[in-house]
């Protein structure tokens, strides 16, 4: 990201502007397109919202389609959890930004290939975004996604016993979230640290915080089995142990939401190009940039 890559010897980076380490190459104003394209983006989080700029600035026509009612696809849950208020300054940035321009924005549109070829593209951009994961853990059923939780779907628990299964970046923001409800919190992921995606700096304020909030971390913890009584069985170095809590939230990550939709264009023969998490669930930052570029690209 912005200056964590230098601990890693790469260039600086931003999470909000995909130009930022391409001056070389880009010009300093986005060049119009040889050809104009009409171009549809099935997607309006932030990948969808940097295409529709990107490519709307390009001269191209752009229509924006969103299922919700509402733009910010995962900024609206990222938000939430404690310190990360932030965020909202990017999706206000986002969405202003796209208000400002002539681009045909159609919330609770739920786009399939039919609806699409009536509206007869030049080009796709499916920027759907990911879903959680759910793993084929017995008993996975008995817990609560953790986006469920910070879309306000769930109401979060309060003075209870939780155990967050998966200690990725979403995890533990989860977890500090439900520690300031007076929960009491612990935290189960199967590699040998918690939040592996996280820069530097953001890793160690993100530990300082769960040590104050006293949230209890289970490293090399591969959860098995989740009882109906909220039991959750795990394995620790070869040792199988039990604990039960009144409450357990899942965050096992992310997985791509795209498939259907490309599969039908592809056999449609359609143009289109896949961008951000749908593409690939990482970071705001790379969901910026695949916007950016493929609608450069386009």
């Not at 980076?13 to 986005?30: K, R």
């Not at 389609?65 to 404690?82: K, R």
């Not at 996604?145 to 299964?165: C, E, H, R, T, Y």
């Amino acid at each position: 990201g912005c200056y964590g890559n230098l601990a890693k010897s790469q260039s600086i980076q931003c999470v909000l502007n995909p130009e930022v380490s391409y001056e070389s190459i880009l010009s300093t104003t986005i060049a119009p397109a040889k050809e104009y394209k009409y171009v549809v983006i099935v997607g309006g989080g932030i990948a969808g919202m940097q295409a529709a700029i990107t490519a709307y600035d390009r001269g191209h026509k752009v229509t924006l389609l969103e299922a919700e009612n509402h733009l910010g696809g995962q900024l609206n849950i990222a938000s939430v959890p404690p310190h990360k208020h932030y965020v909202n300054w990017a999706k206000e940035w986002f969405t202003s930004q796209v208000a400002k321009r002539d681009i045909d924005i159609r919330l609770g549109f739920k786009a399939d290939l039919r609806s699409i070829k009536l509206l007869n593209p030049d080009l796709v951009l499916v920027a759907t975004g990911s879903l959680p994961c759910t793993p084929p853990i017995p008993g996975i059923e008995n817990g609560v996604q953790s986006w469920d939780l910070l879309s306000g779907k769930i109401d979060i628990p309060k003075n209870k016993k939780v155990a967050v299964l998966g200690g990725g970046t979403v995890g533990c923001e989860t977890a500090e979230l439900l520690a300031t409800h007076g929960n009491k919190v612990t935290i189960f992921e199967m590699l040998d640290q918690i939040a592996c995606g996280l820069e530097g700096a953001n890793m160690m304020d993100l530990f300082e915080v769960i040590k104050e909030m006293d949230i209890k971390v289970l490293i090399k913890s591969k959860v098995t089995q989740i009882s109906t009584d909220s039991v959750v069985t795990y394995e620790n170095e070869g040792e199988v142990k039990k604990d039960t809590f009144d409450f357990i939230v899942l965050a096992f990550g992310q997985k791509s939401h795209c498939d259907e939709l490309t599969q039908a264009l592809e056999y449609s023969h359609m143009d289109y190009r896949v961008i951000g998490d749908a593409a690939n669930p990482s970071n705001f930052q790379n969901a910026t940039s695949t916007a950016y570029f493929a609608a450069l690209d386009a």
